[in-house]
């Protein structure tokens, strides 16, 4: 399906609405402990990146099609552990982002990934900064109309327990600050 969908492009986006339901459920019943079932959740997710990239129709604007799949992407957040969520999951995200071009989907979507900044598991709160850096890289400006909200995630991370998730925020941060152009340091008081 992935290579369906990439090969015919736009063409055949709305084509996704067959296998949307499959989709949602593979992603709901991985088993991180199965390589098969972990490989299968890597190739929908691979499938729904490439669905995702050219979309030219509105296809996942559309409600009835974004409230199914967006959820069930950000409840993956919690596989970290035992998933490659950074490799995998997040690019899905990213292009449904772009995807789904709209406030309201992008406060949907940003809602759940800020609600994974507060897990007690430092590789679940890691994926979900690095998601955010690469939503910040891909929308710029337009993502950033939400950082009164992420603010608060943000001073939190900056005292992480975890090095790697503070180092990953100052990264995070640089990138805000790049796309800003001024400097966060007065609005992390």
Same mark, same amino acid.
């Given at each position: 399906m992935a290579v369906f969908f990439d090969n015919l492009k736009s063409i055949v986006t709305s084509y996704a609405t067959y296998v949307l339901d499959n989709a949602v459920d593979t992603l709901k019943n991985v088993n991180p402990k199965d390589e098969v079932s972990r490989e299968l959740w890597s190739r929908v997710l691979r499938t729904l990146v490439k669905c995702f990239e050219h979309d030219q129709d509105d296809f996942w604007q559309s409600p009835s099609h974004f409230s199914v799949v967006a959820p069930v992407l950000c409840a993956q957040f919690i596989g970290a552990p035992a998933l490659p969520v950074v490799q995998e !999951?997040? +690019?899905?995200i990213v292009e449904l982002a772009a995807a789904a071009d709209s406030s309201d989907h992008h406060k949907e979507l940003n809602g759940a990934i800020l609600k994974h900044m507060r897990s007690e598991t430092a590789s679940v709160r890691l994926a979900a900064v690095k998601c955010e850096q690469e939503l910040t890289d891909r929308l710029g400006e337009e993502w950033l109309s939400m950082l009164p909200?992420? !603010? +608060?995630f943000i001073s939190e991370l900056q005292e992480d327990d975890d090095e790697v998730v503070e180092k990953e925020t100052h990264r995070w941060i640089v990138k805000i600050e790049g796309v800003l152009g001024e400097s966060l340091d007065s609005m992390l008081q």
């Open positions: !999951l997040v +690019p899905a909200e992420m !603010l +608060p």
